[in-house]
């Protein structure tokens, strides 16, 4: 029995939620934890690996049939939501996950480059949305809830091929954002999609490798602000991870009345298992030097979210 409340979705297929924010501003931490939800859908590590097969959705079901082997894998043992510098384990690579699904984007024609403000048109768009509804169908539950930092500059093309659709922004503190990109084992291969290359090839070319890890904030900031005012403000949540750490799950009620999810006591209970423990470190972290660079590239939008200087 459907359980979604989106009184604006009476006679269409229930509206997708998009998670978007620059990376490492938390985004995976919400996007897991909104995951628990038994009402919820998502793309999952084995949909992502045969993106032509939606309905293996049908595996997300054994989440909450074992709640502890799902704590475990989607989270670890120190409730971290995302799992660098160490091979996962077999058991983790092997229980469905939320993932960011990129392959399924690409499957359905949607490539990777940067889509600006485009409008979705044509048949990606369309089998986009047939993706979605055969995944959340099969998943069995209620609202797919998709993750994936490409979506910071795909949120025209997503609003359009899905009208009612809802995105939650998150945002994080630029000066903790760059020094935890720094540290992820993949942040030297990601392709920078502003400049055209890695933050290997930057510090190649003799640039400072911060201002690469400073830029890419406000350039993500940049794109989503782009992309969200076509948004209609009724139809977009945001949230600072500092406020989701510090009242997760007051943070998670009002992400549940956006979306239209009701209150689950399985949900309550699968985030009664979790710390949320604030890791901006940067204080401590950046000496002197790197936070002055940072800081001077952040300044603006720093202030512009609030944030002390």
Same mark, same amino acid.
């Given at each position: ?75 670890? !043992? &120190?409730?971290? =939501?995302?799992?660098? #510098? ?6 983790? *690579? ?5 993932? +960011? ?117 406000? !350039? &993500?900031?940049? =794109?989503?602000?782009? #992309? ?6 009724? *139809? ?5 991870? +500092? ?67």
């Amino acid at each position: 029995m459907a359980r979604h409340r989106n009184e604006a979705q009476v006679g269409t297929l229930p509206a997708p939620v998009f998670l978007v924010g620059p990376a490492r501003s938390g985004t995976s931490l919400v996007y897991k934890t909104l995951c628990l939800h038994p009402d919820v859908s998502y793309i999952s590590n084995w949909a992502a690996r045969f993106p032509s097969l939606p309905e293996l959705g049908v595996l997300n079901r054994l989440g909450p049939i074992f709640p502890a082997t799902r704590s475990r894998a989607w989270f670890g !043992e &120190d409730s971290n =939501a995302y799992v660098y #510098g160490r091979r996962r384990r077999w058991s983790e *690579r092997m229980f469905p996950m939320p993932v +960011e699904g990129e392959p399924v984007y690409a499957a359905c024609g949607i490539k990777a480059a940067d889509l600006g403000g485009a409008a979705a048109s044509g048949e990606p768009a369309q089998t986009l949305v047939r993706s979605f509804e055969r995944l959340r169908a099969s998943s069995g539950g209620d609202v797919l809830v998709s993750k994936r930092i490409g979506n910071n500059r795909r949120i025209g093309f997503l609003a359009s091929a899905f009208p009612t659709a809802r995105f939650i922004a998150i945002v994080r503190d630029g000066r903790a954002v760059a020094l935890s990109l720094s540290r992820v084992d993949w942040w030297q291969r990601y392709i920078l999609p502003w400049y055209g290359g890695t933050p290997a090839r930057w510090a190649a070319e003799g640039r400072d490798p911060w201002e690469a890890c400073a830029r890419n904030w406000v !350039e &993500d900031l940049h =794109a989503i602000e782009a #992309g969200l005012a076509a948004v209609p403000g009724d *139809r977009v949540l945001r949230l600072s991870y +500092e406020s989701f750490v510090g009242a997760p799950l007051d943070s998670l009620g009002r992400v549940s009345e956006f979306t239209g999810l009701l209150p689950r006591a399985a949900w309550y209970e699968a985030l009664g298992r979790l710390e949320f423990p604030n890791k901006n470190g940067w204080h401590t972290g950046l000496d002197p030097e790197a936070l002055e660079t940072i800081t001077a590239i952040q300044k603006r939008e720093l202030e512009a979210y609030g944030y002390d200087l």
